[in-house]
């Protein structure tokens, strides 16, 4: 039996140019490079320009992604973008994209699940995808978190950068087995009695202010592998497939140490996985379509390969997706 499934039909990122260095952040804080490497493997983060918007980081990486596709804009009827950091309180940053690149019908519109927001909005648009509501999607995850840091805190400040990556995907027929290409599933997961636990103290119902990020940064990566582990076995469970399938384990940015604890603890080979987090630190929602990003553009991720998504964050929120490219 056939099925519809959402076929990547190419990907494309973007930075902004300012890069802020380990070291910088050491002349204006109570930091070493040192420490940020040894606890996280973060040796730099690009910073937008005053006057760059997340819209605008957004749109670059959308143009990026609709090259390497070879489609026009106009085919596109569906953009999902996940951020945390949006241009406005409303309307949506998916609109001023879908405004930019011109397209007038369909639909566009924000999902905010933090650093998960990209697995969210590629769950989000699969499920479109499959049920015939929409034809192509434009996925993307864009973060501006450099505006809602505290530069004051280097427990939090040191760990975040601003970027975008974006994702087109296309409802095809496939032959409805283990080989099709596309999204094979999703898993998506949240619990709110972890909010207090990595937030931002503003919003336009409490305080009517954008606020700042706050941390617990320990609580944070004690939950992490465990909540990352149990939505992968969750894939692997619903596809029958094991770590042994996975060509490439592209997880969420956010810090080495976990992403190292995860894959060993998945008995995923660490030449398996895309490490990125090194050149733009954590930029929530971004992080992913910036790695595979990267991984494609180098020659690593190729058509066929079984591709691992994950991704936890504030909420908390975490979730996995198992894609054939
Ligand atoms: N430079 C130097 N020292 C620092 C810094 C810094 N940037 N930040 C904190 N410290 C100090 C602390 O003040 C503390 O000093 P003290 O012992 O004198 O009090 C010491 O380092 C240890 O602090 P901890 O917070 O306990 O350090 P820890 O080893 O837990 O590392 C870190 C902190 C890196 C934030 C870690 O907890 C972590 O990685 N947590 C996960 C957070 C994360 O990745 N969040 C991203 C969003 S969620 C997600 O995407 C998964």
Redesign the pocket.
């Known amino acids: 039996m056939t099925a519809t499934r959402s076929v990547v039909l190419g990907c494309g990122s973007y930075l902004p140019q300012q890069i802020l260095t380990n070291a910088e952040l050491a002349a204006r804080?109570?930091?070493?490079d040192e420490?940020?490497v040894q606890?996280?493997g973060i040796r730099q983060r690009h910073i937008a320009a005053e006057g760059e918007f997340t819209s605008h980081l957004a749109i670059n990486a959308a143009r990026a992604a609709l090259a390497d596709a070879g489609i026009d804009a106009q085919s596109i009827d569906l953009i999902v973008l996940g951020t945390s950091t949006p241009d406005h309180t409303f309307p949506a940053t998916a609109v001023a994209v879908q405004a930019a690149l011109g397209i007038h019908h369909g639909a566009a519109f924000d999902l905010q699940a933090v650093?998960s927001g990209f697995i969210f909005a590629l769950s989000t648009a699969d499920s479109f995808l499959r049920t015939g509501a929409f034809k192509r999607a434009l996925v993307i995850g864009a973060e501006t978190f450099s505006r809602i840091l505290d530069w004051s805190d280097?427990?939090t400040c040191?760990?975040f950068g601003d970027g975008a990556g974006a994702v087109i995907l296309e409802a095809q027929q496939q032959p409805g087995a283990a080989s099709d290409r596309g999204v094979l599933t999703t898993h998506l997961r949240s619990d709110g009695r972890h909010k207090s636990k990595?937030y931002v103290d503003g919003g336009p119902s409490s305080t009517r202010t954008v606020g700042y990020l706050r941390?617990e940064?320990?609580e944070?990566?004690k939950h992490?592998v465990g909540m990352i582990t149990d939505v992968i076995y969750d894939a692997f469970k619903a596809t029958g497939t094991t770590a042994e399938d996975i060509d490439w384990f592209v997880p969420?940015q956010?810090?080495k140490?976990?992403i190292d604890a995860s894959a060993h603890k998945l008995h995923i080979a660490p030449q398996k996985v895309v490490l990125t987090v090194d050149l733009h630190g954590?930029t929530?929602a971004a992080s992913i379509p910036l790695a595979l990003s990267v991984a494609v553009k180098d020659g690593r991720i190729k058509k066929g390969d079984l591709v691992l998504l994950e991704?936890?964050?504030?909420g908390f929120t975490w979730g996995s997706a198992l894609v054939r490219w």
């Open positions: 804080i109570d930091t070493s420490w940020i606890r996280t650093c280097r427990g040191v760990l990595l941390m940064g320990r944070v990566f992490a969420h956010a810090n140490r976990i954590n929530s991704a936890m964050g504030g």
